[in-house]
């Protein structure tokens, strides 16, 4: 394969919002909904104002250049406006997980060494719970949005609106942004430890915005709707960066619903939507909605989407895919393929040799045949192309850059056409409704039950795409416990998306001869007649 050369200039968010305010500081920017009529709409020029007070403020409270900023918030403006102001001082915004709370949460602002912390008033009692003196001993300041009065005891706790009105508007002059600068952590799930700090430059989040614009081939009349969150990266590089550097606009959405898809569709006059997989099979399989007649959406991006799937969104509605393409947070995207360009079925597209150079390697990292299975590696084309290591993980990024190779985890393998297709996952974590999880954090929380003597929390198979959560559990000597007694046991303590679907108890679990317990069988035995089914219980939970 012949790798294309790529002249882009280096450069950073900070510098595409300047961009931004120099061509069209007044057109609408971004448009935040809560799937009613509270929606707030701001343009370049607001963003940027609002930032920059945020920014002053945050000088004011000892934020220099490399500190981190960690945020707990929806996808709301405060989010965005948190995010530029940290960048505008060489700092770096923390994203955190609105599931998390208890350790989850705890780990990311301890494990960050975040100095202010901003999150919405309603999560403010998590906050209480983990925050303190030794608990958090790196945050100095809370600053809370929306009810402003929320406090945690525990630090200073400073009102949004107090923030903003304290700053000034003037734009940070003295201090260089650099395209190598850290601009934002985002934490992945852990299999051999708890989740890891994937540190991002200011010029890959601009390169992967400038690579989906390429491959959907979006231009300044689009409008990009999106209901994934703004603690992943996705919807940072699409909506927030991305539409700096095409123009327009784009509407991100509070939350994914079936229901309301439509509307905002035609609320927003969307042209393209950004989503995963799963929400894509609900809205194909649904009903149809009268808002979904003379709709201008002309871009599904969706992965991974089933081939069924991908022709119904181009039959029923019309509506070219963009389902090819292959990526992780510590590098994308490593394939793809341009909107609309036949993709085989199963595959992720073909290698991306514009920014990357890709092969399929075996255990001993030397490249596979065409056909064979190996994993997938890749390394960058240019500087500051993909993550910059794993915050504070030296042992961790030299093993995932072994031999000056990133190591995915994942096995996959190309076909003689080119086109590369996924097998499977060498690593432990599992992959639910979009979001990571750590097996690793799961079973910590899972020991803490007194009945629980043994436990592996593995994937199985889910009918929507990706995974389910199974636990398979061995219980102490006399315990007595119900699946579903443990069932909601583990929910008051992890996030919404990561409590079990799959339960089962058993007196031991398979293990290789040093004792490791064997995943991959527990995997593939799935659903046993043994397991107990949350959904076929008819047990459910409330999203809080």
């Known amino acids: 394969m012949t790798r294309p050369s790529t002249t882009r200039l280096q450069t950073t968010v900070v510098a595409a919002l300047s961009d931004r305010l120099s061509s069209d500081p007044d057109g609408p920017y971004l448009d935040f909904s809560n799937g009613g009529t509270d929606t707030v709409q701001l343009t370049a020029r607001e963003m940027d104002r609002e930032s920059n007070r945020l920014a002053n403020t945050l000088r004011e409270l000892g934020v220099v250049h490399g500190d981190r900023v960690a945020t707990l918030l ?77 406090v945690i005891d525990a630090r200073p706790t400073i009102p949004w ?52 614009r390429r491959a959907w081939q979006r231009g300044p009349d689009d409008v990009v709707l999106t209901p994934l969150p703004l603690f992943h990266f996705n919807a940072i590089s699409v909506c927030v960066v991305g539409t700096l550097l095409v123009g327009g606009h784009a509407a991100i959405e509070r939350r994914f619903s079936v229901s309301n898809f439509w509307p905002e569709v035609k609320r927003t006059g969307a042209t ?83 920014e990357f150079d890709v092969r399929l390697v075996d255990d001993d990292d030397v490249e596979v045949a065409a056909g064979e299975v190996g994993e997938i590696v890749c390394r960058p084309n240019g ?29 996959g393998r190309i076909d003689e056409e080119g086109f590369i297709y996924f097998v499977d996952r060498k690593k432990d974590a599992l992959r639910r409704r979009g979001e990571n999880i750590s097996s690793f954090e799961m079973e910590k929380v899972l020991y803490g039950h007194a009945v629980i003597q043994d436990v592996a929390v593995h994937a199985v198979p889910s009918p929507l795409g990706e995974d389910d959560v199974k636990v398979t559990a061995v219980l102490q000597p006399d315990a007595r416990v119900t699946e579903e007694e443990l069932c909601r046991w583990v929910a008051d303590r992890v996030p919404f998306f990561a409590i079990p679907r799959y339960i089962e108890f058993r007196a031991d679990l398979p293990r290789n001869p040093v004792g490791r317990v064997l995943k991959y069988q527990l995997r593939d035995e799935g659903v046993t007649e043994h397991t107990w089914d949350r959904e076929e219980a008819g047990v459910t939970f409330e999203r809080r």
């Open 74 to 150: 929806e996808n709301r403006a405060e989010q965005v406006v948190s995010f530029f102001a940290a960048l505008k001082l060489g700092a770096v915004q923390v994203p955190i997980n609105t599931a998390y709370k208890g350790e989850f949460l705890r780990h990311q602002l301890v494990d960050s060494g975040a100095k202010v912390f901003i999150l919405q008033g309603d999560f403010a009692s998590r906050a209480v719970e983990v925050v303190g003196d030794d608990a958090t001993p790196d945050l100095t300041y809370c600053i809370t949005v929306d009810p402003p009065d929320a």
């Open 161 to 212: 609106q107090d923030a903003l009105a304290a700053g000034s508007d003037e734009p940070i002059t003295d201090l260089e942004v650099r395209p190598g600068d850290l601009a934002c952590f985002i934490y992945t799930a852990g299999t051999t430890g708890p989740s890891k700090g994937c540190m991002l430059s200011h010029n890959y989040i601009v390169s992967l915005a400038d690579q989906i």
């Open 272 to 354: 393209m939507v950004s989503m995963l997989g799963s929400p894509a099979i609900l809205i194909a399989n649904a009903e149809d909605h009268p808002d979904q007649q003379g709709h201008k959406l002309r871009l599904c991006a969706a992965a991974p989407m089933p081939p069924d799937t991908d022709r119904l969104w181009q039959q029923r509605f019309g509506c070219k895919t963009f389902s090819a393409g292959y990526g992780l947070t510590e590098a994308s995207l490593i394939s793809m393929l341009d909107a609309g360009e036949p993709n085989r079925p199963g595959a992720a597209g073909k290698p991306n040799l514009v």
């Open 383 to 411: 500087p500051n192309l993909m993550f910059a290591g794993y915050w504070n993980r030296p042992d961790a990024t030299v093993e995932a850059t072994r031999n000056l190779w990133f190591h995915t985890g994942d096995l």
